[in-house]
């Protein structure tokens, strides 16, 4: 049975996109950011386009906005900023750099413009950590409390209408929840009534009122969410990262804006290139497979945490994927790794992929049981 596996789609989700100074305001009680040492710019863009385009991945980008207001608009929102009502951010954007931006985000399609946020933390007297989230407030004892629906919607519409107002005219179908902080089945409610069909987020990190230890994937107000690992060689901050020295992983990868970057923007394609060739080995690794886009990679998850495996009295593998969800936001196929080639009973199978040492091979499911011989 070791032959055949269903494997763990490999994902990238970038948190922190959208901001164009890049500095850490933390230590002047201001936004994280980005934390690169200089601005963003068109080029940035370009590097994650490349990086998609090289895995044939929509990569899932996490962007906070508050930078891209063109005429004050969020004014109305003090708690996005130190700057509370004295916001002034059309006092000193770049609108050519912005929309040179908007048009390379737009036009690519690999880049998948996720919420994240707005300006990455909601500023008031009664919040400890004021940069921890829109979302989410910290009070004494770091208990993590919802902001005010009212102003949740607020920022969303606003994130939305500043992709109009650039003509990004792409669906948010995904969620980032700024710094890790999140309720399950709490935000998502409203999240829901904005099209947002997936969220990633960091299950070791997430609050779960209910006690219910969540495993990989869950299933929350309709929305699938997803774990994210971060890799544990790459520093948050890190730039200019030769990712020949990245430990292989077969499992989501989640990361930060600068870990595809280079302090030199006419540089970043070395760290693109070092980091495509990083995801190439992975392939290489029988238990996973790249994945295409969040719905690819939430529904071979499913897959591979709901179906049975076992080898029946011929020595075939049996998948049972009787309790394996069936969600429109799902695809309707998964993916088995076979280190030789097999034939299949219950549905219709394809080759998708060869490795070197083994076949990743698609299943279109017309049964509830899955033969593999």
């Known amino acids: ?27 002047s009680g201001g936004a994280s950011r980005s934390g690169m040492p200089r601005r963003h710019g068109y080029r940035d863009y370009e590097a994650m386009h490349e990086l998609g385009k090289a895995l044939d991945q929509k990569i899932v980008c996490g962007f906070c906005l508050a930078e891209w207001d063109p005429d004050n608009r969020l004014k109305k929102f003090p708690q996005i900023s130190k700057y509370g009502e004295n916001w002034d951010n059309a006092r000193y954007i770049d609108m050519d750099e912005a929309k040179r931006c908007a048009k390379i985000i737009n036009d690519s399609p690999y880049i998948d413009v996720a919420l994240h946020g707005m300006g990455h933390g909601y500023y008031c007297d009664e919040n400890l950590n004021n940069d921890t989230s829109d979302f989410y407030i910290v009070k004494a004892g770091k208990i993590k409390e919802m902001t005010d629906e009212g102003y949740i919607r607020g920022i969303i519409e606003s994130f939305l209408g500043i992709l109009e107002y650039y003509g990004i005219n792409k669906k948010v179908t995904s969620m980032i929840p700024p710094t890790g902080v999140y309720r399950f089945n709490e935000l998502s409610r409203i999240l829901a009534d904005f099209g947002i069909k997936y969220v990633s987020a960091g299950f070791w990190e997430m609050i779960v009122d209910s006690g219910e230890k969540l495993e990989d994937i869950a299933v929350e107000n309709g929305i699938i969410t997803m774990n994210r ?100 936001t799902m695809n309707n196929v998964f993916y088995v790794n076979s280190r030789f080639p097999i ?8 080759e998708y992929a060869g490795k070197k040492n083994f076949i990743t091979y698609e299943i279109k499911p017309e049964s509830n049981v899955i033969i593999l011989k």
């Open 229 to 328: 690992y971060q890799p544990e060689a790459n520093n948050w901050l890190a730039h200019s990262i030769d990712y020949g020295n990245v430990p292989l992983r077969v499992y989501s990868f989640g990361s930060h804006w600068p870990n595809w970057l280079h302090e030199e923007p006419d540089r970043n394609m070395e760290v693109i290139k070092s980091a495509v060739k990083y995801f190439y080995r992975c392939a290489e690794l029988q238990g996973t497979v790249i994945s295409r886009d969040m719905k690819f990679a939430v529904t071979q998850t499913m897959f591979r945490k709901h179906s049975t495996v076992t080898e029946n009295e011929k020595g075939e593998t049996v998948i049972d994927i009787s309790k394996v969800p069936r969600l429109d």
């Open 343 to 350: 034939t299949c009973e219950g549905g219709t199978m394809t």
């Open 1 to 27: 049975m070791s032959d055949i596996v269903i494997p763990q789609p490999l994902q990238i989700v970038v948190d922190d996109l959208g901001w164009f100074c890049g500095d850490d305001d933390r230590k």
